[in-house]
């Protein structure tokens, strides 16, 4: 089976004429009765070969991280006698960290450069772009744990940790962008664009280090709330440039979606008091379903499914501690599983009519900005 990629590439090379390519699209899509933009398409897994590989590349990622670990402890001993050193401690970890992340993300390249620039394998590429990135974070968060060498800080000691975390978001977004443009796997923009949360979050925490006594989800999950709600602005930027779906702009969009899915759903539902521990009224429940049903709504238009899954468990909770309440105690789950189940199963089968109802509420200057989906006509 040929990807949308494939096919714009013939296209480009002058192989394929692109009346034939446009021919070969809808043929595609009749048969399948329904809109390539409906089902979210997405490269993953070609081949048992990818999934081969990719337990390869993770056996030897994890044995390269072990190596670098073994090396930090080297050139950080501790006194084992001196219990009370706390800070040499510290400093072996963030040693540990540091060469172990730092080993993974230069082990990780060189891998692209042949698993991902050459034999052009979607999962193993997923994983070493994850691990470069991941290694160069965590490599200057090392660093930083290194230099600190205690737990125990001041306030200036916690402005200079979060400034340089925030550092550390910066230089990891730089790799992100690098590896972009030497790879161009889709799920780069989406860890770039996490790796500048990061940034932009601990760049904040270190303005008010010192100043607030706010806790810290109450600084944390505001942050984490309004980078989510950037970081869907900017998906939606890529996906109304490719309204079709079908290059790789789509699959941009779909892992960034992905990533500001739960950082919008989390604080929202920590809000809520979902994530708090204890037992959850029928008001608090009301607020939740109308949350997931307003995320639905928003799903449906922009024709994503990341912001329903991100939210699940948190209405699974919910659903389980009401039927708790109301004496279901011994089917409570049970009966959950049912409900969001039969939902899930009656919108997956329906998504397109319903989808079509959805955005037919919507402005004309609305709607032609969003995808493009079954008979929906879009001005």
Do not use: C
Not at 73 to 98: C, H, I, K, W
Not at 110 to 126: G, N, Q
């Amino acid at each position: 089976m040929y990807s949308q990629d494939e096919i714009n590439s013939a296209v480009s090379a002058g192989v394929l004429p692109p009346e034939i390519a446009d021919k070969l699209r809808a043929h595609v899509v009749n048969i399948r009765e329904r809109p390539v933009s409906d089902e979210e398409h997405f490269r993953f897994v070609s081949s048992f070969n990818d999934i081969f590989v990719a337990i390869g590349v993770v056996i030897l990622l994890f044995a390269v991280a072990a190596i670098g670990q073994a090396l930090g402890r080297a050139a950080f001993p501790v006194d084992t006698s001196n219990l009370g050193d706390y800070s040499g401690y510290a400093r072996r970890q963030g040693a540990e960290m540091m060469f172990g992340a730092a080993l993974v993300a230069a082990t990780a390249w060189p891998l692209a450069e042949f698993f991902t620039r050459k034999r052009r394998m979607a999962f193993p590429s997923i994983i070493l772009l994850l691990a470069f990135v991941f290694g160069t974070l965590f490599t200057f968060l090392g660093l930083t744990m290194t230099i600190a060498g205690s737990d125990n800080i001041s306030t200036e000691g916690e402005y200079i940790l979060a400034a340089f975390a925030s550092v550390s978001g910066l230089l990891a977004a730089g790799g992100a962008w690098l590896h972009w443009r030497r790879f161009g796997v889709p799920i780069t923009i989406a860890a770039g664009a996490g790796a500048l949360a990061i940034f932009a979050i601990m760049l904040v925490v270190a303005a008010l280090a010192g100043s607030t006594d706010l806790e810290a989800e109450d600084i944390f999950l505001p942050l984490i709330f309004l980078s989510g709600i950037a970081i869907f602005a900017f998906a939606m930027r890529w996906d109304m440039t490719d309204r079709e779906r079908q290059t790789r702009r789509s699959d941009v969009a779909f892992w960034l979606h992905l990533l500001a899915a739960p950082m919008i759903a989390h604080p929202l539902f920590y809000w809520i008091g979902v994530t708090e521990g204890r037992d959850i009224g029928v008001g608090a429940a009301a607020g939740v379903l109308a949350v997931y049903v307003a995320m639905g709504l928003v799903a449906l238009a922009i024709d994503r499914r990341a912001l329903l899954v991100s939210a699940l468990a948190y209405v699974l909770v919910t659903l389980a501690s009401l039927f708790d309440r109301f004496g279901a105690v011994e089917l409570n789950v049970a009966l959950t599983a049912l409900v969001i189940g039969s939902a899930l199963l009656t919108l997956s089968a329906f998504w397109t009519p319903i989808r079509q109802v959805v955005v037919g509420q919507l402005p004309v200057t609305v709607r032609g900005r969003l995808p493009a989906s079954g008979n929906l006509l879009a001005a």
